[in-house]
């Protein structure tokens, strides 16, 4: 269907759909089943099977099921059976764990889907970009990526960048007239908007005429549908890590073989003994718990309001030692209100609170009626038109679509009994939208006579510059400095309250006037100011002093006026006695190099443009810092990128700044970023506890077995139990403490070093001296029992066999603290409690079901034995504990 060849009335009746009402709900829900969700079609996941199959490929399992197999044909069935089941199960294990990371992932795409406004019944409701069904009336606007091929019903300046369909980078001025041409290349389709491409100005609405695989997008779906996840830093140096262990591994375990056969024992025991020992200590599991850990974390951020786009940030997050954070809506709570509102000569205040359009108006602490005043009521007139913003009622709560500051402007009008619906007959003909660098929005309005005039507002201190004249009552006078002098006298007053200004200019246009003309916002005619309120959040000062406890500044990026900026940066308590404020002009005079000397001092940044913010970021990191950036404009999405930790707005951001974001905000708050910088660190520590906990247990095994081999003593384990040890006591436990929740300090200790190491903070001398002792004490066990029943050498090793388990599980507790076993309560982690009752009921069974004895070579122990192996396998965790805090060597603020 060639859509761009038809006009509305056509495509209304095509699509039996209505421009002014949408589709209904029950509309919408039929087309979604005939039509199918509205995504490109991905290419074939990988099957389950070939998934499973995928967890044996590693080369010591093959070698490992080789010896097993040589086994089984020399007569030793059950080793052979009980091995192959162990590296069934374990396979199972590492399965589901990657199962388990596939669908975190899966779920975060699901949370992080574009969010679109569509018109149904009548009313513009939000819904997933999925839901979309053709029929379907959209409203677009700059930073939105169009999710559905789009004809275009009404544009206000609309340009769009298509060059992911067109190759061609200059976007595309749109319109909705339609196109008698029947073959028209898609990049001369100039009332269309496709699936994918991205709204750089402007603002629309348009009607989806494709969705899915049906739009121009989905004729080139492979370039979209192969996406590759890639290994986070932390999990590539866990790989590296991996690879030398694994040559220490087979070193070790070669050099326990050897010696063995060179004692005397059977050369396919002893092979089999090296093979089982090596798997046991290679942590081949460890990248799938990583992979868990990150994803189980995610899932934590997500139920405190936090959605993690790309895994990496989560381990960066730890490392933040600045966030440069937006005001509106991040610490404040993003209902503006309009307290105060100045006409020449009159100055006004309002009531009421947040988006209810209830309140009244005083002059001189007197009630007064804000339409009988001419000014009052022509000035909140000239807002309604110069704003897109809509008042509903969702709920029996009140709320904008739209801006918040166009929203409290609405909120106004409909206090003095206005609405759009007053002013028919006054038609917007032409738009310049609001744009952050230019910080101003321009309308062109015709009146029922013909009449055109220029409605701007924006930043009072850009439009002041425009302004030749003033309306003074039903004159008007030329601007003069003594008068601009004044204006500047009352927005500072408001300033100083803390109150944002928004000024409004108006301007008559000539019949011979053009409306598009680039002189259409000079020679304006000051009309007045508005003093507007946007609390800042409770919580907000909160999460910024715990940051500040966490070595982590907080840096208030705003466009409003410096004093405004400074005023809720002191409520916020963001701002300390020796802070600086930095406004935009100050910072545009200053070198690179002027900026990087400077910004240790400075917390607040007023009237800053999105390039600023690039320039912000860049000093920081240039300091040393990990920076995490806020943004919601798609001008920010520059400085979002740059930074270590891009976070854009859930609520209010377009979809080009959170496509170029890491972490996204699904309320929008600022004490969202700080539960995130702690769960980030928290995630962190845990990886660290189960790295510490899997080899300080794997050197512990192969440390028993190369001292028994030294000292040319039987073998204390069979390579049966070293598997199950592996599997059963290794896997569960460290899965466990991947759910650990943060310590008490994790909040009051400074950032890491992004350089530090994995095996930082005194973790690897505690990872070789656990392990020693874990393998001493086992050893001991095993020599002690051995030499008491020489002739009952089973007996020994499932003493040295419990021995090694409980010494493990034992260990586990102390992981979960830098300092000491005491310094938690062991019921914190009710998963990790858990995790080693399972371990030791299983350790029962072994030990204790006749059926099973045989295939692990265990015998039964007697209750007095336990006793003894209990005192010596507390003895890792006990024998030593630190002094103290190990030094962190991080940036500080």
């Given amino acids: 269907m060639k859509w761009y060849t038809k006009n509305q009335r056509e495509i209304?009746?095509?699509?039996?759909?209505?421009?002014?009402?949408?589709?209904?709900?029950?509309?919408?829900?039929?087309?979604?089943?005939?039509?199918?969700?509205?995504?490109?079609?991905?290419q074939v996941s990988v099957s389950r099977i070939y998934l499973f199959v995928q967890q044996?490929?590693?080369?010591?399992?093959?070698?490992?099921?080789?010896?097993?197999?040589?086994?089984?044909?020399?007569?030793?069935?059950?080793?052979?059976?009980?091995?192959?089941?162990?590296?069934?199960?374990?396979?199972?294990?590492?399965?589901?764990?990657?199962?388990?990371?596939?669908?975190?992932?899966?779920?975060?795409?699901?949370?992080?889907?574009?969010?679109?406004?569509?018109?149904?019944?009548?009313?513009?409701?939000?819904?997933?970009?999925?839901?979309?069904?053709?029929?379907?009336?959209?409203?677009?606007?700059?930073?939105?990526?169009?999710?559905?091929?789009?004809?275009?019903?009404?544009?206000?300046?609309?340009?769009?960048?298509?060059?992911?369909?067109?190759?061609e980078s200059i976007p595309a001025v749109k319109n909705e007239q339609p196109i008698p041409k029947e073959n028209v290349e898609l990049g001369d389709q100039h009332n269309m908007a496709f699936s994918g491409t991205l709204v750089t100005r402007g603002s629309g609405t348009g009607v989806v005429v494709a969705t899915g695989?049906?739009?121009?997008?989905?004729?080139?779906?492979?370039?979209l549908s192969s996406t590759e996840r890639i290994p986070t830093p932390l999990e590539r140096k866990l790989e590296e890590l991996g690879k030398i262990l694994i040559v220490g591994a087979i070193l070790l375990t070669v050099a326990v073989a050897l010696l063995g056969i060179y004692q005397g024992h059977p050369i396919y025991e002893m092979f089999l003994a090296g093979v089982s020992l090596a798997v046991a200590a290679i942590p081949e599991g460890l990248p799938a718990i990583v992979t868990v850990a990150l994803?189980?974390?995610?899932?934590?951020?997500?139920?405190?309001?936090?959605?993690?786009?790309?895994?990496?940030?989560?381990?960066?997050?730890?490392?933040?030692?600045?966030?440069?954070s937006d005001k509106t809506g991040t610490l404040t709570q993003n209902q503006m209100t309009v307290q105060q509102i100045y006409v020449p000569k009159q100055h006004y205040f309002v009531t009421g609170q947040g988006y209810h359009p209830k309140g009244k108006f005083y002059l001189n602490r007197k009630k007064i009626d804000p339409l009988s005043t001419s000014a009052l009521s022509q000035i909140l007139k000239n807002t309604l038109l110069c704003s897109h913003a809509e008042i509903l009622k969702t709920n029996g709560r009140f709320q904008i679509d739209g801006d918040p500051t166009e929203g409290a402007l609405v909120v106004a009008a409909e206090k003095a009994g206005l609405s759009r619906q007053n002013l028919q007959g006054l038609n917007v003909i032409h738009e310049i939208p609001f744009d952050s660098a230019r910080k101003r929005m321009t309308v062109v309005v015709k009146d029922e006579k013909g009449k055109r005039f220029v409605i701007s507002k924006g930043a009072p201190d850009v439009l002041l510059k425009r302004t030749s004249w003033?309306?003074?009552?039903?004159?008007?006078?030329?601007?003069?400095?003594?008068?601009?002098?004044?204006?500047?006298?009352?927005?500072?007053?408001?300033?100083?309250?803390?109150?944002?200004?928004?000024?409004?200019?108006?301007?008559?246009?000539?019949?011979?006037?053009?409306?598009?003309?680039?002189?259409?916002?000079?020679?304006?005619t000051f009309a007045g100011l508005f003093g507007l309120m946007d609390p800042p959040r409770e919580e907000a000062a909160e999460a910024i002093e715990t940051c500040r406890q966490a070595g982590v500044k907080t840096v208030m990026i705003t466009g409003d006026h410096v004093n405004t900026a400074q005023a809720i940066a002191r409520q916020l308590k963001l701002l300390p006695p020796h802070g600086k404020v930095l406004g935009g002009y100050q910072l545009s005079q200053m070198t690179d190099e002027e900026l990087e000397a400077i910004i240790p001092e400075v917390y607040v940044f007023a009237r800053v443009s999105p390039e600023h913010k690039l320039r912000i970021v860049k000093a920081f990191q240039n300091r040393g810092h990990v920076v995490a950036m806020t943004g919601d404009g798609v001008n920010d999405a520059p400085a979002i990128k740059a930074s270590d930790i891009g976070i854009s707005m859930g609520k209010g951001g377009t979809d080009v700044t959170k496509e170029a974001s890491s972490l996204i905000l699904m309320d929008d708050h600022f004490a969202t970023i700080k539960s995130a910088i702690e769960e980030g660190r928290n995630i962190y520590e845990n990886i660290r506890k189960f790295i510490r906990y899997l080899l300080a247990s794997n050197v512990g095994e192969i440390l028993v077995m190369l001292f028994a081999m030294m000292l040319a003593m039987p073998l204390p384990l069979v390579p049966v139990q070293i598997l199950w040890v592996n599997l059963v006591t290794d896997g569960l436990p460290a899965l466990a403490l991947g759910l650990d929740q943060p310590e008490k300090d994790v909040m009051k200790r400074p950032p890491r070093s992004q350089k530090e190491s994995v095996f930082a903070r005194g973790l690897g001398f505690k990872i070789v001296s656990r392990g020693f002792l874990i393998g001493l004490v086992t050893l001991i066990a095993f020599i002690f029992t051995y030499q008491k029943s020489p002739d009952h050498?089973?007996?020994?090793?499932?003493?040295?066999?419990?021995?090694?388990?409980?010494?493990?599980?034992?260990?586990?507790?102390?992981?979960?603290?830098?300092?000491?076993?005491?310094?938690?309560?062991?019921?914190?982690?009710?998963?990790?409690?858990?995790?080693?009752?399972?371990?030791?009921?299983?350790?029962?069974?072994?030990?204790?079901?006749?059926?099973?004895?045989?295939?692990?070579?265990?015998?039964?122990?007697?209750?007095?034995?336990?006793?003894?192996?209990?005192?010596?396998?507390?003895?890792?965790?006990?024998?030593?504990?630190?002094?103290?805090?190990?030094?962190?060597h991080s940036i500080h603020v």
């Fill in 12 to 42: 209304e009746e095509q699509l039996q759909t209505n421009a002014g009402h949408g589709l209904s709900e029950k509309q919408a829900e039929e087309r979604l089943r005939q039509h199918g969700e509205n995504e490109i079609a991905e």
């Fill in 56 to 167: 044996f490929k590693d080369f010591m399992v093959l070698v490992l099921l080789g010896a097993t197999l040589i086994s089984g044909l020399l007569g030793e069935y059950i080793d052979a059976i009980a091995i192959m089941a162990i590296v069934l199960l374990n396979g199972l294990l590492g399965y589901f764990q990657e199962q388990k990371a596939e669908k975190s992932m899966a779920k975060l795409k699901e949370l992080s889907a574009p969010v679109v406004t569509v018109l149904q019944d009548g009313v513009w409701v939000n819904k997933t970009s999925r839901e979309l069904v053709p029929g379907d009336i959209v409203k677009v606007k700059t930073g939105d990526r169009i999710s559905a091929d789009l004809r275009l019903l009404d544009v206000n300046a609309l340009e769009i960048e298509e060059s992911v369909l067109t190759g």
């Fill in 213 to 223: 695989m049906s739009t121009a997008m989905g004729q080139i779906a492979s370039m």
């Fill in 295 to 324: 994803s189980l974390g995610v899932q934590r951020m997500i139920k405190r309001k936090a959605v993690v786009r790309k895994l990496s940030a989560v381990e960066t997050l730890g490392s933040a030692s600045v966030v440069c």
């Fill in 470 to 524: 003033i309306q003074e009552g039903s004159e008007r006078r030329p601007f003069t400095p003594k008068k601009e002098k004044h204006i500047h006298h009352m927005m500072e007053r408001m300033t100083n309250e803390a109150l944002r200004t928004i000024a409004v200019c108006v301007k008559e246009l000539d019949p011979s006037e053009n409306e598009k003309d680039f002189q259409l916002e000079n020679h304006l």
């Fill in 793 to 888: 050498l089973a007996y020994a090793q499932t003493v040295a066999f419990v021995t090694l388990v409980m010494a493990q599980l034992i260990h586990v507790f102390d992981c979960r603290s830098d300092y000491s076993v005491f310094s938690r309560n062991p019921l914190g982690n009710l998963s990790l409690v858990g995790a080693v009752i399972s371990s030791i009921l299983l350790l029962l069974v072994v030990v204790y079901f006749e059926p099973l004895q045989p295939i692990f070579h265990t015998v039964e122990l007697p209750l007095t034995e336990w006793i003894y192996i209990l005192a010596l396998s507390a003895i890792p965790t006990f024998i030593w504990m630190p002094s103290g805090k190990e030094k962190n």
